[in-house]
């Protein structure tokens, strides 16, 4: 588990690690400092006047209390007029992240800043490994901060062989009081991530670190230091590394995203437009429904939380980021005006067997996931939680709750259409597509539109649909939710109850029960059938309690698919076509990473999005950040394991290691 760091204030009021004995920043101008060092030095306000991309990346070894970001945050802002680049994107790493109090009286020293600091400390992170992603100012400033020690983090992230980093910030404590991070593989991995012509800012002038850095493919040199110090190091990276930063089976081709069509009109789609428009990038949507949310997101009430497992899996990373990540974008909506019913009034995960239980003990006693996140309770303390009584222990996760999915998904696409001019159109359901020369065509049986340069399918159970996605594996797995009439004492329920369905607070008088779980099924039916086992599971764990049975009655009921794949993973990336990855990567049979042959691709531009299962709320918002950060070749917010897991040509390459193709 990830630990905050122990630091106290000095006599001037500057923040100093206890385990390095080291100030943060320094007593009499550290912002001057920042701006001088490592701003300054790297020439960044030269070079966002005239950059190779639309957005500019900075990293930086050490976020300490984040006043380098702040202070290149600001001077992005202030140069404005002059820059060519809108969207500055800053990387950090971090062992010991501050505690969110200690940064919000560490950064009081500085007024100049304190609008930044204030949605700094608004969106800062809990203590968990990994990466988070905080968006600022509608996308123009994007920040990925990553928790852990950085000579493990950055093997860990997803970058294209293209590289990624302008612009490095080697910070952190002093090499003599932090050596073991002042390392020769560090600087070896800085090159790994770093463009072309990547430049480096140091404060201080060592010569091991002059040394290590040239080793590794810098060309260095003394500048003038800040102050009373004499010296420091700046640098530039002539050639990036030739090492190849992610398996080509598992790589994404950068897109332009001129022209964009959207099927589908759920959370995915909701999400994916966001991501978009905070780009400037405009989206056409098509949606068969005469509404937006008409499907997997129609519930009225939809639990928003994390699937966590004792250990860091694939899965519990996922989930875990996402739900972060998701919690801050919906609560940003609310700040801003934009309405939706909901209640962050945390989940409560009831140990309604001693398997439960056993299980639930398990991830305690692991310790993976920080006390903010997730915490164990009794039965006393679960009944108190929910505020009726509950015969079960459990797990509480606080910042969960739950949301209404289809008023939702209605704020995402009014905060998109703030942003760019984002159409819909519905009652269209798109039946055919076609790659032409001009671009993909789209039918919808009478009407041909189009040309687009990008297709992304969002369209749940239905995304298989096309003669160029049919081979997709997907299934589907129905569920039916119950709507029950409250009763005066079920009114008092404060948090979502879990068992092996959910239960949720009253809204409009009503509570949601359920679900029920029919595999390989499409029907939206609802039937009398499934309302009578969502009230027979509820009884099987309550029927003792006063509120379950003085509940009233089923009034009415709501049924959706839940699109799944059998890894229980989304599929997020290009539309592949078997027999092209089959072909270029036949050496995998043989047990060969090298000898590849080149990919045909003759599905370019069509995408797919899909398979988010019962939890697209959770996951939707974060995927499709990492989806469009793929395509316009930005830094992503997802690690390369989890890149891997999601990407469409997983199942294909599986098969392929296993000999099984």
């Not at 080793?215 to 030739?242: H, N, T």
């Not at 687009?452 to 939710?481: K, M, N, W, Y």
């Not at 029950?484 to 239960?503: D, M, P, R």
């Amino acid at each position: 588990m990830i630990q905050n760091a122990k630091i106290h204030f000095n006599e001037q009021g500057t923040p100093v690690a206890d385990e390095f004995d080291d100030v943060y920043f320094s007593n009499d101008d550290g912002l001057q400092e920042s701006n001088y060092v490592f701003f300054k030095q790297n020439r960044i306000d030269i070079r966002l006047q005239n950059h190779d991309q639309a957005h500019f990346t900075i990293a930086e070894t050490g976020f300490g209390t984040g006043l380098n970001f702040l202070n290149a945050w600001q001077q992005f802002d202030t140069l404005e007029p002059q820059r060519n680049v809108n969207r500055l994107h800053f990387i950090s790493f971090e062992k010991f992240p501050v505690a969110r109090d200690d940064l919000v009286k560490a950064l009081a020293a500085w007024p100049t800043v304190s609008n930044y600091a204030k949605k700094l400390c608004a969106s800062y992170p809990i203590a968990l490994q990994g990466c988070h992603r905080l968006v600022f100012d509608d996308g123009a400033v994007v920040l990925d901060l990553w928790f852990g020690d950085v000579a493990q983090s950055i093997p860990q992230m997803s970058v294209s062989q293209r590289g990624i980093v302008d612009a490095w910030f080697l910070d952190g404590f002093a090499p003599s009081k932090n050596p073991q991070m002042w390392q020769p593989s560090l600087f070896d991995a800085m090159v790994k991530l770093s463009r072309r012509d990547a430049t480096v800012a140091t404060f201080t002038a060592a010569g091991f670190v002059r040394r290590g850095l040239q080793e590794a493919g810098f060309m260095m040199a003394k500048s003038k230091g800040y102050g009373k110090k004499r010296e420091m190091l700046i640098g530039y990276l002539p050639e990036p590394s030739d090492k190849q930063q992610e398996k080509p089976y598992f790589s994404h081709v950068p897109r332009t995203l001129e022209k964009v069509a959207i099927i589908g009109g759920g959370i995915a789609s909701a999400s994916l437009v966001l991501a978009l428009a905070q780009r400037g990038k405009h989206a056409h949507l098509f949606c068969e429904d005469e509404q937006l949310a008409m499907g997997a997101s129609h519930n009225r009430q939809g639990a928003v939380y994390p699937h966590l497992q004792a250990d860091y899996t694939i899965q519990s990373e996922m989930y875990a980021h996402s739900f972060l990540f998701a919690k801050r974008l919906y609560q940003s909506l609310l700040d801003e005006g934009f309405a939706y019913s909901h209640q962050w009034c945390g989940v409560l995960l009831q140990a309604i067997s001693h398997t439960v239980k056993e299980r639930q003990a398990n991830i305690i006693e692991k310790g993976t996931w920080p006390l903010p996140l997730l915490r164990a309770v009794n039965e006393v303390e679960a009944s108190e939680l929910a505020q009726i009584e509950t015969p079960y222990s459990g797990l509480y996760i606080e910042q969960a709750g739950w949301v209404s999915p289809s008023e939702l998904t209605q704020a995402l696409y009014k905060k998109s259409h703030q942003l760019t001019n984002t159409s819909i159109q519905f009652n269209t359901k798109i039946t055919s597509l076609e790659n032409t020369s001009q671009g993909w065509m789209l039918s919808n049986g009478t009407t041909c539109i189009g040309p687009f340069s990008d297709v992304f399918i969002c369209a749940g159970e239905h995304s298989d649909g096309f003669e160029q996605t049919a081979s997709l594996p997907l299934h589907g797995v129905r569920g039916q939710v119950s709507h029950i009439q409250a009763s005066s004492e079920s009114q008092k329920l404060a948090t979502v109850l879990c068992h092996k369905g959910y239960f949720t607070p009253a809204h409009d008088n009503l509570h949601c029960m359920g679900a029920t779980f029919d595999k390989n099924t499409k029907s939206r039916e609802v039937t009398n059938d499934d309302n009578t086992t969502n009230r027979q599971q509820l009884n099987s764990f309550y029927r003792k309690q006063s509120w379950n049975q003085s509940l009233g009655e089923i009034v009415d009921a709501k049924a959706a698919v839940r699109c799944c794949f059998s890894d229980h993973l989304p599929m997020v990336g290009e539309m592949i076509c078997e027999k092209d990855v089959d072909t270029a990567f036949a050496n995998l049979r043989k047990g060969k990473q090298f000898g590849f042959g080149e990919l045909t691709r003759p599905h370019q531009g069509l995408h797919v999005f899909t398979g988010l299962g019962a939890r697209g709320l959770c996951s939707a918002p974060l995927l499709a950040e990492h989806f469009v950060s793929c395509l316009l070749d930005e830094p992503r917010p997802l690690s390369e394991r989890l890149n891997e897991a999601l990407h469409p040509a997983r199942f294909a390459i599986r098969g392929l290691l296993r000999k099984e193709r």
